[in-house]
């Protein structure tokens, strides 16, 4: 089986602000909903790891390619969306792997990207 990586996006602010869902209620309810499809994950031995990340402006880039590495505050790039979490999940096949993705959207209330890992 390949492994995928499946990366939920927010737009800017949103995570630092608090206001990536509507309201309390449709956080709780993507907590359930992820709650449930990290189960069905594991029922089905497709899970391999998943993790929320903190806010894009807690991060820090840093360059050491030159004689003198460089540390700034916030994240690498500004885009128009940032990620704020992500699985890894085993999948038979990209077919599969979409189908995951799909429900990884849904479960979150996100939109995700999937993307397959360098076999190692």
């Not at 709650?35 to 998943?50: D, I, K, R």
């Not at 916030?74 to 128009?80: E, I, K, L, Q, T």
């Not at 990209?94 to 076999?119: I, M, N």
Request: hydrophobic share 50%.
């Amino acid at each position: 089986m390949a492994q995928y990586m499946i990366s939920v996006f927010h737009e800017p602010g949103v995570q630092d602000a608090g206001t990536a869902y509507q309201d309390d209620a449709a956080l709780q309810a993507a907590f359930a909903a992820v709650a449930e499809f990290n189960s069905g994950l594991q029922a089905a031995g497709q899970f391999v790891y998943a993790c929320g990340l903190m806010p894009p402006e807690s991060s820090y880039a840093v360059d050491a390619t030159a004689a003198t590495p460089f540390v700034y505050a916030g994240p690498f790039s500004v885009s128009a969306a940032s990620i704020g979490g992500f699985w890894i999940v085993e999948a038979l096949d990209e077919s599969v792997a979409l189908d995951l993705a799909t429900r990884a959207s849904a479960a979150c209330g996100q939109k995700v990207e999937v993307r397959p890992l360098q076999a190692g």
